[in-house]
C-alpha cells in the first residue's frame, strides 16, 4: 500500500495564528481526505481534497477555517486557521484508490492550542 | 445513514487468551466493512476488510473477522493475544452508494492485553 508521510509531527501553537499540516503521498492516489481526531474520540471527516478545485466539506467544516489545496495526485496541504484551544486534535491525512479499496493514514499531526 | 457501533469502550484479556473486539453496522446496501488499529501517537493502520466473498476474513498480525449478515455484526478475533496488541482498535464502514468515498468509524475500542 502507499506510505504517506504528514508534517508537522506535532506543533503547539497560540491562539490567533495559522497552521499548515503537508501530505505527501509516495504514489498516485484517487482520492484524499483530512480527518480530525479529538481527544479520546472517534474521526470525524473534515472534508475531501479534490485535485486542482475547491475541496468538499462535510457538515460543521467550513472552508475560511480548514482551507484544503491538492495540486497534484499526491500531494495535499490542510491550515487550519485563527486557531483556538478547540482547535487542540489530531489532524490525519488519508487517502484512497478506489471504490473498494481500504483508507490508508498518515501517521498524524497532534496540534495544540495555548 | 451509515453507521457503526462498537459497544465496549475497553476490552481486558489476558496474554494467550482468545480476543474478541465487537462491531455492529447499519448501512443501506451492501456493506463494505474494514477494522483499523491506531498505537499511540500514530496513524491508523489497515487490519483487514471485507467487501464480499467468504464470511471469515483473515488481515494482518494473525487477525481475522466474521461477517455476520443477519446480526449485521462484524467482530475482530484473533486466537491467542499477545502484549503488542494493546491499541486502539476501529471499525468502520464505506458508504456502498453514492457517496463511496465516506468511511464512518465507530468510536473506537481500547484492548488491554495483560502479560
Known amino acids: 500500500s502507499a506510505v504517506i508521510s504528514q508534517k508537522p509531527s506535532r506543533d503547539i501553537c497560540q491562539r490567533g495564528t495559522s497552521l499548515t499540516i503537508q501530505c505527501q503521498v509516495d504514489s498516485q492516489v484517487t482520492m484524499m481526505f483530512w480527518y480530525r481526531q479529538q481527544p479520546g474520540q472517534s474521526l470525524t471527516l473534515i472534508a475531501t481534497?479534490?485535485?486542482?478545485?475547491?475541496?468538499?466539506?462535510e457538515s460543521g467544516f467550513v472552508i475560511d477555517k480548514f482551507p484544503i489545496s491538492r495540486p497534484n495526485l499526491t500531494f495535499s496541504t490542510l491550515t487550519v486557521s485563527n486557531m483556538s484551544p478547540e482547535d487542540s486534535s489530531i489532524y490525519l491525512c488519508?487517502?484512497?484508490?478506489?471504490?473498494?479499496?481500504?483508507?490508508?493514514f498518515g501517521s498524524g499531526t497532534q496540534l495544540s492550542v495555548l | 445513514a451509515q453507521s457503526v457501533a462498537q459497544p465496549e469502550d475497553q476490552v481486558n484479556v489476558a496474554e494467550g487468551n482468545p480476543l474478541t473486539v465487537k462491531c455492529t453496522y447499519s448501512?443501506?446496501?451492501?456493506?463494505?466493512l474494514f477494522w483499523y488499529v491506531q498505537y499511540p501517537n500514530r496513524g491508523l493502520q489497515f487490519l483487514l476488510k471485507?467487501?464480499?466473498?467468504?464470511?471469515l476474513v483473515k488481515g494482518s498480525y494473525g487477525f481475522e473477522a466474521e461477517f455476520n449478515k443477519s446480526q449485521t455484526s462484524f467482530h475482530l478475533k484473533k486466537p491467542s493475544a499477545l502484549v503488542s496488541d494493546s491499541a486502539l482498535y476501529f471499525c468502520?464502514?464505506?458508504?456502498?452508494?453514492?457517496?463511496?468515498?465516506?468511511?464512518?468509524f465507530g468510536s473506537g475500542t481500547k484492548l488491554n492485553v495483560k502479560p
Open positions: 448501512v443501506s446496501g451492501n456493506p463494505y
Open positions: 471485507y467487501i464480499t466473498g467468504d464470511n
Open positions: 468502520a464502514v464505506r458508504d456502498g452508494g453514492n457517496n463511496f468515498n465516506k468511511f464512518y
Open positions: 488519508s487517502g484512497s484508490r478506489g471504490r473498494n479499496e481500504k483508507l490508508f
Open positions: 481534497a479534490n485535485q486542482g478545485s475547491e475541496a468538499t466539506y
